[in-house]
């Protein structure tokens, strides 16, 4: 009983929603933008729930003493005090500043450094694991962005940074990502009628 | 109108039906249901009138016979003769046997309790008096016991079920044997007929025939004396003129109170008077009580049966003695009958000639005859009564066992060869007569069972003689004189043990029943021990090959033996063996190659990052300028700062924080210039972000900024906060923000402030810049908020990771401007002539690209060549 209901919901929001677009009537565009600023809403609860899931799924696992339980120990120690402190404190209070520009911002940049440098040492041994052409090509390419990105520090290379670096930014890669972007706009467009023809039902179960 | 269900079918029957029109069972019982009768009491007297119509119609028609003879009626008991027409009755009543079921015979009739008894015939003693031996004697003091009972048989006797064992199927009537032994070595067997349930024999007047049961010791089982039994004895005897033999029959002298000669024998010696014939049927009124017509039976035990001896019975050799023995002597009453009165024998072998008798084949006659040898020679141990020197072995038994030894011997060396032919002389002899007074029409009853009766008294030596004077049968010659001793023995020590049956011992008759060895194969295939072995026990006592009991499960032939070996081609075996090959070499290991490389991986891992904190730091910290800056701009970046040129003056600005906190510091670097000359155009700034870490970054990035030029919260600069939902937040953002984009959390109202004067739509605002290092929420506002903005500019602020798949927004002019990454930002630093973050960070940048770029180019070449000289060193190792 719970997917035909949920399904005929999906599918006439669906239609309203879409047919706000192309039937500029006032009641189509109210009905949309109620519809659309409900659905706001449920995304902010989503993110509670998603907090609260979070929540109790470390919770379990300090429960039952998996391995990685003290990791989630800090976790939710630190998720119910930046919590409380945000209920009672407010998210503009300048504790609540501190600690997210002295914890958030670090680790997430050090991940980033991190990042860079197992790129580079992923670069240095790419020839040594897989010496084959595509890894050539491959690491030719890397070589030229970041040369025609940064300048040397004894001057620019004229043709690297000016002819080369463009038509590998910008014609090579600008057409790859715009075969990407069609792909991904009509898996969207796709999906949307699937959803609203009822023909997926990512809602509701099975 | 009322149906019957029947018994035996099931099916409806009308009401007014007496059998089944089916099945033809019987659906009313004949009388009242009985009680049931309990162990040890006496039955009941029943009324045998109404057993009438129980008897069989050959019984009542014998019955009726007799009642046209006169004075039989009145004493059936005393005639003791059987006329010859009441043997002509009683065999013709034989062929009716099928019509009427439920007739008895009269002689059968006779035998009640009631009928038989010995009573005038003065019994000198007691078999039991005078020790036991003499069973006949006892059957014959044993009758008055038996008759002041009532029986509770149907009409002409009462006939009590004894104990059985076993049951001879003869029709209407049925031999039934018990196998319990007494003294004398043989078993109880009734006569009688069959009830319906096997075995089952309940003395029930209403469905069940009279029997007459006969102990071992020769008497009934309640001690009754059946009349021909009497007159049979008293016939052996030779004296005594029966008190109860009918006046017509003058001749029947034998006496019936010991030993009795059964009527019918009787009456062959005697006459064949057709007034005898009475005498069958006197039992005979089917509405006289029962108590009376036994008490006639028993008076008229061999005149009644005299008369109605048949002729097969008159034609048999006869002895000294008067219708002894069932072979021989029967043939004596029937001469005896025979002579002095009418052709009773003649009569009755004409008319009631066993035809069941002639019928029978002279082998299976042979086979089927008890073992007389046996018979006699208990007989002769029975002690005989004093008074009664007649009761006792019959003269022809007698006789016959004291020339036993001779006779016996010499038969039974070779009693498996003789039997046959012994067995066949005795059967002759008993079918010559029917054949020769072959005048019934009545089929015999199909008697398979040996003849149970035993004259009382010793039949003359050459009575004796001329029976054993024949080869003996083999159930005859087979039981000695040690064997009855053996049996008794046996007896007793079983009863001692088992005060129960006996196991194992069977009465000589019983025991001659079983397959002899004439009629199984006489050269039995040897088959090894199985032949060797004769078995002790059982009906199969006696006989060897019997198989044994497991032998049926033992194999009787060797198994099949197959070819272990598989049988393969040539073809077969070279697949076989490759097949096998690959399979062993896949489960063969493979070497692993042992990585030393371990060591120095790390140890690379620490020197790249070492060499890149130290050079960027060092370039960061010391702020050195070395490298120079880009001469060339992006054009997307000159296109931003041209778009931002051409704002107006005093408008708000729609700032979106959306890039994660670990491309903060390019982010911040990328955006500082371009949020600079948006305060430095006076534009003021709505902050907004559609990821939780948005608010944070904006609260950070403001903050640096206002140092630099003094922004005044709600003045110069509001903070939206986030907005959730994603694609669908940014849209209603940009369908409706004053409704998406309420209140803050203390209930303020953000659109009221100045910085957001005038602002009711997303296209109010002067432009949107979009900070974000992801390409997809770059597509989600360009997608979605784009349309809403209308002709205003949107600027996309970027991580130069995103640029690629931003890019084709900008060259399709949905994005106005585009600053990629710290590239972006220096030259729109330069362009403003403003040095900034990115100014600062571009001399690390670019030494910490090259030294990237370096580490990559000696990095692969060393891969290279290492990888070369390992190409080089396998062939080495292969070879």
């Known amino acids: ?206 | 109108m009322a149906e019957i269900r029947c018994p035996m079918c099931g099916k409806s029957n009308p009401d007014s039906l007496d059998e089944c029109q089916f099945c033809q069972a019987r659906l009313k019982p004949i009388t009242a249901p009985l009680d049931p009768l309990q162990p040890g009491e006496p039955p009941t007297k029943k009324n045998t009138s109404e057993l009438e119509k129980t008897l069989p119609g050959w019984l009542r028609e014998a019955r009726k016979a007799e009642d046209d003879n006169t004075g039989f009626e009145e004493t059936p008991a005393e005639t003791g003769s059987v006329s010859k027409a009441d043997s002509t009755d009683l065999l013709g009543g034989l062929a009716d046997a099928q019509e009427e079921e439920e007739e008895v015979p009269d002689w059968l009739s006779r035998l009640s309790p009631d009928t038989v008894k010995t009573p005038d015939r003065k019994t000198p003693s007691t078999p039991k008096e005078s020790g036991s031996g003499d069973w006949l004697s006892e059957i014959r003091h044993e009758t008055p016991d038996t008759s002041e009972q009532a029986p509770t048989t149907p009409e002409p006797e009462s006939f009590e079920a004894g104990p059985e064992t076993g049951s001879i199927d003869l029709g209407e009537s049925t031999f039934r044997v018990d196998d319990t032994a007494d003294e004398s070595g043989f078993g109880s067997f009734s006569f009688g007929k069959a009830d319906e349930e096997d075995n089952q024999i309940q003395a029930d007047d209403s469905e069940v025939q009279p029997f007459i049961t006969f102990d071992g010791d020769g008497s009934t089982a309640e001690g009754e004396l059946p009349s021909w039994l009497s007159n049979f004895a008293e016939g052996n005897s030779d004296q005594e003129p029966s008190e109860s033999t009918e006046p017509e029959t003058a001749d029947t002298s034998e006496p019936q109170a010991e030993g009795e000669l059964p009527n019918w024998l009787s009456g062959f010696s005697a006459d064949e008077n057709p007034a005898q014939d009475t005498a069958l049927e006197t039992p005979a009124a089917p509405e006289e009580p029962l108590k009376e017509e036994t008490q006639k039976a028993e008076e008229s035990q061999v005149p009644a049966f005299e008369g109605e001896l048949p002729d097969w019975l008159s034609t048999l050799p006869s002895d000294g003695e008067q219708g002894q023995s069932f072979t021989g002597d029967a043939e004596e009453p029937v001469q005896q009958a025979a002579s002095p009165s009418e052709p009773g024998p003649e009569a009755v072998s004409k008319e009631e000639s066993p035809e069941w008798l002639a019928n029978l084949p002279s082998e299976s006659k042979a086979t089927e005859l008890p073992n007389v040898r046996a018979f006699t020679d208990s007989l002769k141990k029975m002690p005989t009564d004093e008074s009664s020197p007649d009761v006792g072995l019959p003269n022809w038994l007698g006789d016959e066992s004291a020339g036993e030894p001779e006779g016996s011997d010499a038969v039974q060396p070779a009693a498996p060869e003789s039997e046959p032919p012994v067995e066949s002389e005795l059967l002759d002899r008993l079918t010559a007569s029917p054949a020769a007074g072959d005048g019934a029409a009545q089929e015999p009853p199909d008697i398979t069972g040996p003849p149970f009766f035993v004259e009382e008294k010793a039949s003359s030596d050459e009575d004796v003689e001329a029976i054993f004077s024949m080869d003996m049968p083999d159930w005859l010659s087979s039981l000695g004189p040690g064997d009855q001793e053996q049996s008794q023995a046996s007896d007793d020590s079983a009863g001692e043990s088992d005060e129960s049956l006996v196991p194992g011992d069977l009465p000589g008759w019983v025991k001659a029943m079983r397959p002899v060895e004439a009629v199984v194969d006489k050269a039995p295939v040897d088959s090894g021990e199985s032949d060797r072995k004769v078995e002790h026990k059982g009906p199969l006592a006696g006989l060897s090959g019997i198989l044994p009991a497991g032998s049926a499960s033992a194999p009787t032939h060797k198994t099949q033996t197959y070819a272990i070996k598989l049988q393969v081609s040539d073809a077969q075996q070279v697949n076989a063996s490759l097949l096998e090959r690959l399979l062993a070499s896949e489960a063969k290991p493979r070497s692993l190659s042992t990585s030393a490389y371990v060591m120095p991986q790390r140890f690379l891992r620490w020197a790249i990052a070492v060499l890149l904190i130290l050079v960027i730091g060092v370039t960061t910290f010391a702020g050195t300028s070395v490298v120079p800056l880009p001469n060339l701009y992006p054009n997307e970046t000159l296109a931003a700062i041209k778009a931002i040129n051409d704002l107006a003056a005093d408008g708000t600005v729609l700032l979106v924080f959306d890039y994660n906190p670990g491309l903060s510091g390019e982010m911040e670097a990328a955006a500082t210039p371009v949020v600079d000359h948006l305060m430095l155009k006076g534009m003021k700034l709505a902050a907004l972000s559609s990821v939780p870490t948005g608010p944070a970054l904006t609260e950070r990035f403001m903050r640096s900024l206002q140092d630099s030029y003094d922004f005044q919260p709600d003045q110069q600069y509001v903070e939206l906060g986030y907005l959730p939902g994603g694609s669908a937040g940014v849209l209603g953002f940009a369908s409706n923000p004053l409704v998406t984009i309420g209140q803050t959390i203390s209930g303020t109202n953000l659109w009221a402030s100045p910085a957001l004067e005038n602002i009711k739509s997303l296209g109010d605002f002067s432009a949107l810049v979009l900070l974000t290092d992801e390409p997809e929420i770059a597509r989600t506002w360009i997608e979605q908020a784009k349309p809403k903005l209308g002709s205003r500019p949107l600027i996309l602020v970027v991580s130069a990771q995103a640029e690629p798949m931003v890019r084709p927004y900008y060259e399709s002019g949905q994005v106005q401007g585009m600053v990629t990454g710290l590239m972006g930002g220096v030259s729109y630093e330069k362009v403003n002539a403003r040095p900034g973050l990115s100014t600062r960070y571009w001399d690390a940048f670019s030494f910490g690209i090259f030294f990237a770029e370096l580490m990559i180019v000696a990095g692969g070449l060393w891969s290279l060549i290492s990888a070369w000289l390992a190409r080089r060193t396998q062939p080495a190792e292969k070879e």
């Open chain 1, 1 to 206: 009983m719970k997917r035909p209901i949920a399904t005929a919901i999906a599918i006439a929001i669906g239609l309203i929603v879409l047919l706000g677009y192309f039937i500029p009537l006032p009641i189509l565009t109210s009905v949309r933008i109620e519809l659309v600023q409900w659905a706001i809403i449920l995304s902010g609860v989503a993110v509670l729930v998603g907090v609260i899931n979070l929540f109790s799924v470390h919770l379990k696992k300090i429960r039952e003493k998996e391995k990685g339980a003290v990791y989630s120990l800090f976790l939710i120690a630190a998720l119910l005090l930046t919590f409380i402190l945000g209920i009672i404190l407010g998210p503009d209070h300048s504790t609540m500043q501190l600690m997210f520009e002295s914890v958030v911002i670090p680790v997430e940049a050090s991940l980033m450094a991190m990042l860079a440098m197992t790129l580079i040492y992923a670069s240095i041994r790419l020839l040594r694991r897989r010496s084959d052409l595509m890894t050539v090509v491959f690491l030719i390419t890397v070589l030229l962005v970041l040369l025609g990105t940064a300048p040397l520090p004894f001057g620019p290379l004229p043709i690297v940074g000016d002819l080369i670096r463009p038509f590998i930014a910008q014609v090579l890669a600008a057409a790859g990502a715009r075969g990407i972007l069609l792909g991904v706009a009509l898996g969207t467009l796709t999906t949307g009628l699937r959803i609203v023809f009822g023909a997926d039902r990512p809602y509701g179960g099975r």
